[in-house]
């Protein structure tokens, strides 16, 4: 069993930046593949980044929606089981709940992801 906490939400004005934090229990935890997935206010949630756990051959790749690329930078530092999700240059289209996913596989998506966290409010004002 993994349990994700999220935070490091907030408001922050369009053009800023944001480093959202996902602490996760667990022993195994390098092992997992992690995602960010956002959800925007009547829109279903969307997949922004993942990084490749440890189990797979390609650990450590990581990959973005094409709106996050350049902007956004997934990370974790498996010592303090933690996972990051740096984001600068921020809009308003960022804006939503952001979640923290695992699952113990080389990929993770909405369907396939196998512990969530409970989220932590992004807000960009314009």
């Known amino acids: 069993q993994v349990q994700l906490l999220e935070s490091g939400g907030g408001l922050v004005q369009a053009g800023g930046s944001l480093r959202l934090s996902c602490v996760a229990s667990?022993?195994?935890?390098?092992?997992?593949?992690v995602g960010w997935f956002r959800q925007a206010p009547g829109k279903e949630r969307e997949f922004v980044a993942q990084l490749v756990g440890d189990i797979s051959w390609n650990s450590g790749s990581t990959s973005y929606t094409d709106s996050a690329k350049g902007r956004f930078t997934i990370s974790r530092d498996n010592a303090k089981n933690t996972v990051y999700l740096q984001m600068h240059n921020l809009n308003a289209e960022d804006t939503g709940i952001y979640y923290c996913a695992a699952r113990r596989a080389m990929m993770i998506s909405r369907s396939t992801a196998e512990y969530w966290g409970q989220g932590t409010q992004v807000t960009v004002s314009s």
């Open positions: 667990g022993r195994t935890f390098s092992s997992y593949t």
